[in-house]
C-alpha cells in the first residue's frame, strides 16, 4: 500500500535519509523543515500521514501535532513522532499531543514501514468517510468533522485481555481513573466476552496461554460487527515478529512491556477518541442517507424514495406475473385542521395518521408521505380487490378513532378519502398507476370524501 509521506524536520539530512528508505517502499515523500509549512502542506490535503521531529526551532513537534489534531480539516492525519528523544516523559509528551506512535532515533527500518503502512491503511478507511460526510453538509447535518475531532477519548469501555492476574489488575486500576474496564483472562470464550461487553477497545496480551492471540484477532477482524474494534496488544520485546504481524492483520496499536501506566492510558485514550471519530462520521452518513430517503416529521418514506421503488417493483412484478397495487390516500379538509388549531395540531395528526398506516400494513409494503397530507402505499403481491379491502379497514381505523392534539388536551375526528388501482392495466409504468389511483381518488373526493374508490 502506497501514501504520500511528509516528513517534518529542520536537520536536511534526516530527511534524506528518511525520504530513501520510504521512496524505496514505493512511497510518495514531501518534505517540511519547519511546523508552519508542514501545517499548511497538512491543510492542503497533500499528504496521509506525518513523520514529525519534535525539536525543532520556533514551533516544535509537540506543538505542531496538537494543531493537526485539533483542527477538523487534520484531525484525521496519522502522526508518528521520530526523535532523539527516548524519555517516558518525552514519549508521553507525544501521545498526549495526540501522536499516533513515537519512534525513537536510530530508527528500525522494520518497525518504520509496518507502522506507516499500519496506519494508512486505517486512515484510507477514514477517507471515504470524511469524503460521504462532507457530501452531507448541505443537508443541515451539524458539521460532521468538527463535531468528531471535539471527541476527548475518556469515559470508554476497555476489554483488558491479559491471563497475568498482577498485571491485568495493576492495567485495570490505571485505567478505571479514566474509562469502564473490564478483565477476561484469554480463552476460549474471549470473542463472546467481547460481543457481550461491547467495548470501545481492547488491549490484548501477545503472551497468552489458553489461546493463540493473533487468532483472536483474526476472528475480530472478520466479525461483521467487530472489524472495526480499535485493538491495542500488548508485546514483551520491540523487534518481537508477531508485533508486525499483528499490524499487517489490522492491529491499531501496540505496547511494550514493562508497561508504562500513563503511556498506556495515552494510548487507550487515542484508540477510542479514533473510533469515536469514525463512528460520528458513520452516524452522519447514515443521518444523510435517512434525510435523503425519508420524511422528517412522520418517519415514513418520503416521495422520492417511492418513486425509486415503484418502477424497481412493477419491473418484478412483471417479471413473476404478480399484481401489484397502489393506495394513493388524501385527509379530508386537513386545511381546515390547521386553519382552526394551528399547524401544531396538523403535525400531530399527520404523525398520528402515519402511525394508523404503519399498524396496518404488511412488512413488505411501502408506506410514504408523499406530499402535504397525502400519503401513497405500495402493496406488492396484492391485487385490486384485497388492496380495497385494506384500504377500507385504513379509512375506518380513521375515521373512527379521534385524534389526540395540543399535547393530549384535545381530540378532533379525522376523515380520510383513498384511491385504489392496481398495476396490470399500466403496462409497467409508475406515473401511469398513480395516476390511476390518484383519479380514483379524486373519484372518492367528489362522492362525499370519507370513502374508498377503485380505479374503473
Do not use: W
Amino acid at each position: 500500500m502506497t501514501a504520500r509521506v511528509l516528513i517534518v524536520d529542520d536537520v536536511f539530512a534526516n530527511i534524506k535519509l528518511l525520504e530513501a528508505r520510504l521512496t524505496a517502499e514505493y512511497f510518495s515523500v514531501i518534505s517540511a523543515m519547519n511546523g508552519p509549512q508542514a501545517l499548511d502542506i497538512a491543510e492542503r490535503g497533500e499528504c496521509d500521514i506525518v513523520l514529525l521531529d519534535v525539536m525543532m526551532p520556533g514551533m516544535d513537534g509537540f506543538e505542531v501535532c496538537r494543531r493537526l489534531k485539533s483542527a477538523p480539516a487534520t484531525a484525521h492525519l496519522p502522526v508518528v513522532m521520530v526523535t532523539a528523544l527516548d524519555s517516558p516523559a518525552d514519549r508521553l509528551a507525544g501521545l498526549q499531543a495526540g501522536a499516533d506512535d513515537f519512534l525513537t532515533k536510530p530508527i528500525n527500518e522494520l518497525a518504520l514501514l509496518t507502522r506507516v503502512r499500519s496506519l494508512v491503511r486505517l486512515k484510507h478507511l477514514t477517507d471515504e468517510l470524511r469524503a460521504r460526510a462532507k457530501g452531507s453538509q448541505g443537508l443541515g447535518l451539524p458539521d460532521p468533522l468538527t463535531v468528531a475531532a471535539a471527541e476527548d477519548g475518556l469515559n470508554g469501555r476497555v476489554l483488558l485481555i491479559e491471563d497475568q492476574h498482577v498485571t491485568a489488575d495493576r492495567m485495570s486500576a490505571a485505567l478505571q481513573l479514566h474509562h469502564i474496564v473490564e478483565i477476561d483472562a484469554g480463552g476460549a470464550e474471549s470473542l463472546v466476552r467481547i460481543e457481550e461487553f461491547n467495548p470501545d477497545v481492547v488491549v490484548l496480551s501477545l503472551s497468552l496461554r489458553e489461546v493463540d492471540p493473533l487468532r483472536l484477532v483474526s476472528q475480530i477482524r472478520s466479525n461483521d460487527q467487530l472489524r472495526n474494534l480499535p485493538v491495542l496488544v500488548l508485546a514483551e520485546i520491540m523487534d518481537d515478529p508477531r508485533v508486525n504481524r499483528a499490524l499487517d492483520m489490522g492491529v491499531n496499536d501496540y505496547l511494550i512491556r514493562p508497561v508504562d501506566r500513563n503511556e498506556l492510558i495515552a494510548r487507550v485514550s487515542t484508540q477510542i477518541r479514533k473510533r469515536r471519530y469514525q463512528d460520528r462520521l458513520r452516524d452522519n452518513l447514515r443521518a444523510s442517507m435517512e434525510l435523503a430517503i425519508v420524511d422528517p416529521l412522520t418517519r415514513l418514506n418520503n416521495r422520492r424514495f417511492l418513486q425509486t421503488q415503484l418502477s424497481m417493483l412493477l419491473r418484478d412484478e412483471n417479471r413473476r406475473g404478480a399484481p401489484l397495487s397502489l393506495l394513493v390516500l388524501d385527509l379530508d379538509h386537513f386545511k381546515r385542521i390547521n386553519d382552526v388549531y394551528g399547524h401544531d395540531a396538523g403535525d400531530e395528526v399527520l404523525r398520528e395518521c402515519a402511525e394508523r398506516l404503519r399498524s396496518l400494513v404488511r412488512g413488505i409494503d411501502i408506506v410514504a408521505r408523499f406530499g402535504g397530507e397525502e400519503f401513497v402505499v405500495a402493496m406488492p403481491d396484492t391485487d385490486a380487490f384485497a388492496a380495497s379491502r385494506v384500504a377500507e379497514r385504513i379509512r375506518d381505523l380513521i375515521d373512527k378513532k379521534p385524534f389526540v392534539i395540543a399535547r393530549g388536551e384535545k381530540t378532533i375526528h379525522v376523515t380520510i378519502s383513498i384511491g385504489v388501482a392496481s398495476a396490470p392495466r399500466t403496462g409497467g409504468n409508475p406515473d401511469a398507476l398513480f395516476k390511476l389511483a390518484d383519479a380514483a381518488l379524486y373519484d372518492a373526493k367528489r362522492a362525499g370524501r370519507n370513502c374508498v374508490r377503485a380505479a374503473a
